[in-house]
């Protein structure tokens, strides 16, 4: 009578439990030992080949595993090869059904590394002659593995995941996420930036026998996005920020594309995306939209208007910062940022004058830019002639984001309406649009601005190209902001200095950024 010697794995005992859902696990069971079967055992069922061989394959042990199949040596090989490349932590196999038959299917799951689960369905089939054994095909460890090809975890750890509109990396990729790549790559936008990469730091490939990738089989191969950001701008934007105590930021965005070019704020800035979202009382950079106004209702930079210490427009006085111009040009008020012209002019408009002339600048804008939320401001319409004459100046009811403030600079320079943009292959959506002052309004505008730094509030950025902006000061409980928002060649920008007290210490920071950037 024929005997038959089953020969347990050399270390432990490997025991398959088989649970009510067909869950394979693997118990230690003591000292190894060899044990003779009864001369009258019958031989393994198909059910108890199947258990032993996905206990082997599950626990690594492609030599035992390799012994139950038809093809000994080939599939032990080919297990072991991807043990190898996928290096998993651990490995198990489950059955809805326990049935005795020659085919079984299976669900494997991998785990890979923390937060790295693959689970799939695989199924294999069995063949007798004389005792079962698994039929060896690549297809049941993956259903599109086949012979010469293999699988393979591919990790982007610290590769790029976000770069910079000229190719520099702004964040990388972590085993859970992204991170920025250097301390000044964009910390306001790094998280938007991350949630627009999503999570994809590694995938599982199938490969050919050059180790190249075929197809994805989990998870996701992803290529770095290019963003609009500007690293040297960024870099030249954070140092300027960082070289003021008080809470500061700055906004600077290419006028030609609505590429958003830096966003930066110091550490002082009370958390969140306050450069973006943050609204606040412009005070005379609002002067901006007042001259459009007055602009559209017929005055030139050559109208003279009256430029007292002190005007009063109903109950309310208006004075300016102990200065007394007499009457002078449009250009030159505007240049010496003088509130009582402003307001004399404005208490004269239509109450929807101020509204509409800051919608043309890009006030009344509405965009949804991937990644990021954004709040431009809002100039309501005045119900009263002093309330509008507070308007006029930036006080009363405006309220702007430097975001907002940056936008209004990009199109005066630019001349038209600007989209502003994060991604050049995602499109921002453009929830509410707007018209850009007419051809002679914004030659107008651009004449004064550029006054402001030749012989105005500003000419401390004289000597730094040809340089056009607005300085202001806005009056809070206690204290004041100090802004500054202009335009250099193809580089629009906004600076608030939160109790900054006068726009002096905006004009600084705007001077460190210019500088920066050469």
Same mark, same amino acid.
């Given at each position: 009578?024929s005997?038959?010697?089953?020969?347990?794995?050399?270390?432990?005992?490997l025991?398959?439990?088989? %649970?009510?859902?067909?869950?394979? @696990?693997?118990? #230690?069971?003591?000292?190894?030992?060899?044990?003779?079967?009864a001369?009258?055992?019958?031989?393994?069922?198909?059910?108890?080949?199947?258990g032993?061989?996905?206990?082997?394959?599950?626990?690594?042990?492609a030599? /035992?595993a390799?012994?139950?199949?038809?093809?000994?040596?080939?599939? $032990?090989?080919?297990?072991a090869?991807?043990?190898?490349?996928?290096?998993?932590?651990?490995?198990?196999?489950?059955?809805?059904?326990?049935?005795?038959a020659?085919?079984?299917?299976?669900?494997?799951?991998?785990?890979?590394?923390? *937060?790295?689960?693959?689970?799939?369905?695989?199924?294999?089939?069995?063949?007798?002659?004389?005792?079962?054994?698994?039929h060896?095909?690549?297809?049941?460890?993956?259903?599109?593995?086949?012979?010469?090809?293999?699988?393979?975890?591919?990790?982007q %750890?610290?590769? #790029?995941a976000?770069?910079?509109?000229?190719?520099?990396?702004?964040?990388?990729? /972590?085993?859970?996420?992204?991170t920025?790549?250097?301390? $000044?790559?964009?910390?306001?936008?790094?998280?938007?930036?991350?949630?627009v990469?999503?999570k994809?730091?590694?995938? !599982?490939?199938?490969?050919?026998?050059?180790?190249?990738d075929?197809?994805?089989l989990?998870?996701?191969?992803?290529?770095?996005l290019?963003?609009?950001?500007?690293?040297?701008?960024? @870099?030249? +934007?954070?140092?300027?920020?960082?070289?003021?105590?008080l809470?500061?930021?700055?906004?600077?965005? @290419?006028?030609?594309?609505?590429?958003?070019?830096a !966003?930066?704020?110091?550490?002082?800035?009370?958390?969140?995306?306050?450069?973006? @979202? *943050?609204?606040?009382?412009?005070?005379?950079?609002?002067?901006i939209?007042? =001259?459009? $106004?007055?602009?559209?209702?017929?005055?030139?930079?050559?109208?003279?208007?009256?430029? #007292?210490?002190?005007?009063t427009?109903?109950?309310?006085?208006?004075?300016? =910062?102990?200065?007394?111009?007499?009457?002078?040009?449009l250009?030159?008020?505007?240049?010496?940022?003088?509130?009582?012209s402003?307001a004399?002019?404005?208490?004269?408009l239509?109450?929807?004058?101020?509204?509409? =002339?800051?919608?043309?600048?890009?006030? &009344?804008?509405?965009?949804?830019? #991937? *990644?990021?939320?954004?709040?431009? &401001?809002?100039?309501?319409?005045?119900?009263d %002639?002093?309330q509008q004459?507070?308007?006029?100046?930036?006080?009363?009811?405006?309220?702007?984001?430097?975001?907002?403030? =940056?936008?209004?600079?990009?199109?005066?320079a +630019?001349g038209?309406?600007?989209?502003?943009?994060?991604?050049?292959?995602?499109?921002?959506?453009?929830?509410?649009?707007?018209?850009a002052?007419p051809?002679?309004?914004?030659?107008?505008?651009?004449?004064?601005m550029?006054?402001?730094?030749t012989t105005?509030?500003?000419t401390?950025? +004289?000597?730094?190209?040809?340089v056009? &902006?607005?300085?202001g000061?806005?009056?809070?409980?206690?204290? +004041?902001?100090?802004?500054? %928002?202009?335009?250099?060649?193809?580089?629009?920008?906004a600076?608030?200095?939160?109790?900054?007290e006068s726009?002096?210490?905006?004009?600084?920071?705007?001077?460190?950024?210019?500088t920066?950037?050469?």
């Open positions: 009578m005997r038959r010697k089953v020969i347990i794995a050399t270390g432990v005992v025991v398959v439990l088989i %649970t009510a859902l067909g869950v394979l @696990q693997l118990l #230690p069971a003591g000292d190894t030992t060899e044990t003779v079967a001369a009258d055992d019958p031989p393994p069922s198909a059910l108890e080949v199947t032993a061989f996905l206990d082997a394959f599950t626990s690594g042990d030599t /035992t390799g012994a139950l199949t038809d093809d000994a040596a080939g599939a $032990a090989t080919a297990l090869a991807v043990r190898q490349t996928l290096a998993p932590i651990s490995v198990t196999a489950s059955r809805d059904a326990l049935v005795d020659a085919d079984q299917r299976f669900t494997l799951t991998w785990e890979l590394g923390p *937060g790295r689960t693959w689970t799939y369905e695989s199924a294999l089939r069995l063949v007798e002659d004389g005792e079962w054994r698994v060896w095909d690549p297809a049941l460890v993956h259903p599109k593995l086949t012979a010469g090809h293999g699988l393979t975890v591919r990790d %750890t610290g590769q #790029p976000v770069l910079d509109r000229d190719g520099a990396p702004l964040l990388e990729w /972590t085993a859970t996420g992204t920025a790549s250097a301390p $000044a790559a964009a910390p306001v936008l790094a998280p938007g930036m991350g949630r990469a999503g994809g730091a590694w995938y !599982v490939a199938l490969t050919d026998g050059a180790g190249r075929v197809e994805v989990h998870g996701d191969r992803v290529a770095a290019t963003s609009t950001v500007s690293r040297p701008v960024q @870099q030249a +934007a954070q140092a300027a920020v960082d070289s003021q105590a809470p500061t930021m700055l906004v600077a965005i @290419q006028p030609s594309t609505g590429d958003l070019l !966003v930066a704020q110091n550490g002082s800035v009370d958390g969140g995306p306050v450069a973006l @979202q *943050g609204l606040f009382a412009p005070g005379s950079t609002f002067k939209a007042t =001259a459009t $106004a007055l602009l559209g209702a017929g005055a030139d930079v050559g109208t003279i208007v009256p430029c #007292p210490g002190a005007a427009v109903g109950p309310r006085t208006v004075r300016n =910062a102990d200065f007394d111009l007499g009457d002078v040009p250009r030159t008020a505007f240049a010496q940022s003088c509130n009582t402003f004399l002019a404005a208490a004269d239509p109450l929807d004058a101020l509204p509409k =002339a800051a919608d043309q600048l890009g006030l &009344g804008a509405d965009f949804v830019i #991937p *990644g990021i939320d954004t709040e431009i &401001g809002g100039v309501p319409e005045a119900v %002639t002093v004459v507070e308007n006029s100046i930036g006080q009363g009811q405006v309220q702007v984001s430097p975001f907002g403030l =940056a936008m209004m600079s990009a199109t005066v +630019a038209h309406a600007v989209t502003p943009r994060l991604w050049p292959d995602r499109a921002t959506e453009v929830t509410t649009g707007y018209d002052p051809p002679g309004v914004i030659t107008s505008l651009r004449t004064m550029r006054e402001v730094v105005g509030r500003a401390e950025l +004289a000597g730094l190209g040809r056009y &902006g607005k300085t000061t806005a009056e809070t409980t206690g204290s +004041a902001h100090g802004w500054f %928002t202009g335009y250099r060649d193809d580089l629009a920008f600076v608030l200095v939160q109790d900054g726009s002096t210490t905006a004009v600084a920071v705007t001077s460190r950024f210019l920066g950037l050469g």
